[in-house]
């Protein structure tokens, strides 16, 4: 069955650094593309970034681009959120989602999510 | 950006009551809307997708209609497991965006 598993989560000061990762199974990882969502406590989901199945192309928000790197290892089965320069606007539960089809920006699976704090 | 608006912010219904929610783009997306459940300390679960489409395994209560700025997510028959939030999420095209979200409780 398909299942995501993130991890990486956890506290760091702001200007730090962390990255995330998302252990994929059950699925061909490389047909798919893949995406980032956060949601800050009590608040609603945010589109964070997305990368083409290939890894060729990657999108991100305007809130992250710059600071936040999203890769995939293919021989991993692993999806990555590299962030730098933490905020404490960057609080959130970060989930990993997959597509439903070849790049259509459908979430149909997602990981249970895992929390990064950025506090003093 | 598109804008993805849902109205309402909350609601409170009886189980075995019919509710609408409705989300707004602000600008024609077709039919590239989708329809996500989430209840508290879970990840999100795809309930329609291309606005009208049913993801395998939800109960067909679920149903969607609309296309290019108007849509609607109406679940015919309130069970006690579908109080929960509802987001919307245009997927469009890049920046994706997601509606703020409606919060459903029991009366």
């Known amino acids: 069955q398909v299942q995501l598993v993130e991890s990486g989560g956890g506290v760091v000061q702001p200007g730090g650094s962390l990255r995330l990762s998302c252990t994929v199974s059950g699925f061909t990882f490389t047909n798919l593309g893949m995406h980032w969502v956060r949601q800050a406590p009590g608040k609603g989901l945010e589109w964070v970034s997305s990368?083409?199945?290939?890894?060729?192309?990657?999108w991100y928000s305007k809130s992250v681009k710059g600071r936040f790197t999203i890769s995939r290892a293919v021989s991993r089965n692993t999806l990555y959120l590299d962030m730098n320069t933490l905020r404490p606007e960057d609080t959130a539960v970060y989930y990993c989602?997959?597509?439903?089809?070849?790049?259509?920006?459908?979430?149909?699976?997602w990981g249970q999510g895992t929390l990064v704090t950025v506090s003093p | 950006d598109i804008q993805m608006t849902q109205s309402p912010s909350s609601l409170s219904a009886s189980v075995g009551d019919k509710v609408t929610i409705t989300c707004r783009a602000s600008q024609s997306i077709s039919t590239s809307l989708n329809w996500y459940q989430q209840k508290p300390g879970k990840a999100p679960k795809l309930l329609i997708y291309?606005?009208?489409s049913l993801q395998s395994g939800v109960p067909s209560r679920f149903s969607g209609s609309g296309s290019g700025t108007d849509f609607t997510l109406t679940v015919s028959s309130l069970q006690p497991e579908d109080f929960a939030s509802y987001y919307c999420?245009?997927?469009?095209?890049?920046?994706?965006?997601f509606g703020q979200g409606t919060r459903l409780d029991i009366k």
């Open positions: 989602a997959k597509d439903r089809e070849y790049n259509r920006r459908i979430f149909d699976y």
């Open positions: 291309g606005a009208s």
């Open positions: 990368i083409q199945h290939d890894g060729l192309y990657q």
């Open positions: 999420q245009q997927s469009y095209t890049t920046p994706i965006t």
